[in-house]
């Protein structure tokens, strides 16, 4: 994972806000695996983390790089319509 798991996973567990052993019940996870995943010794995959994002009531969607539109692309252009 190229993300700061560590940092992230704590992130949205505090944003529930749930303590260790809540969060890991929420995940159907043991607590051990939500301290390794906050320690850096392992890493969620991703519908780990996907769900995580779905627990804390965030749209997973934001995993996802945002793609800026080049000039001249926009919302017209992909619906055909000519400027």
Same mark, same amino acid.
């Given at each position: 994972?190229?993300?700061?798991?560590?940092?992230?996973v704590q992130?949205?567990? *505090?944003?529930?806000?749930?303590?260790?052993?809540?969060?890991?019940?929420?995940l159907g996870?043991?607590?051990?695996?939500?301290?390794?995943? /906050? &320690? @850096?010794?392992?890493?969620? %995959?991703?519908?780990? *983390?996907?769900?995580?994002?779905?627990?804390?009531?965030?749209?997973?969607?934001?995993?996802?790089?945002?793609?800026?539109?080049? /000039? @001249? !692309? @926009?919302? &017209?252009? %992909?619906? @055909?319509?000519? !400027?």
């Amino acid at each position: 994972m190229t993300l700061d798991s560590k940092h992230l996973v704590q992130q949205l567990r *505090l944003s529930g806000p749930y303590s260790v052993v809540q969060f890991a019940k929420k995940l159907g996870v043991s607590k051990q695996t939500v301290y390794n995943w /906050e &320690s @850096g010794k392992t890493a969620p %995959d991703l519908p780990q *983390l996907i769900r995580m994002y779905v627990v804390c009531g965030l749209n997973p969607r934001s995993l996802l790089p945002q793609k800026k539109p080049q /000039e @001249g !692309e @926009g919302v &017209s252009k %992909d619906l @055909g319509i000519s !400027e």
